[in-house]
């Protein structure tokens, strides 16, 4: 369950992220560093976004070895 509400976070942040890139790019010169910039952009947040998937899942895990076992 929690997995898919950080999925769908991280799919809405992308949404927006996309969404801003969309909209400055007719703006940016036409400069291939301003482009790969704008991709370095949205590869940070994929990160970001499968970093904090790890970590609720290392947390996840976490909590469940530390809980009383039912014998």
């Given at each position: 369950m929690e997995d898919q509400m950080n999925d769908g976070i991280l799919a809405h942040m992308m949404a927006e992220l996309d969404a801003e890139l969309a909209r400055a790019e007719p703006s940016l010169p036409a400069h291939p560093e301003h482009t790969r910039q704008t991709e370095i952009m949205r590869a940070l947040a994929l990160g970001l976004g499968n970093?904090?998937?790890?970590?609720?899942?290392?947390?996840?895990?976490?909590?469940?070895?530390?809980?009383?076992r039912s014998a």
């Open positions: 970093f904090e998937r790890m970590r609720a899942h290392d947390v996840h895990l976490l909590a469940a070895s530390l809980s009383p």
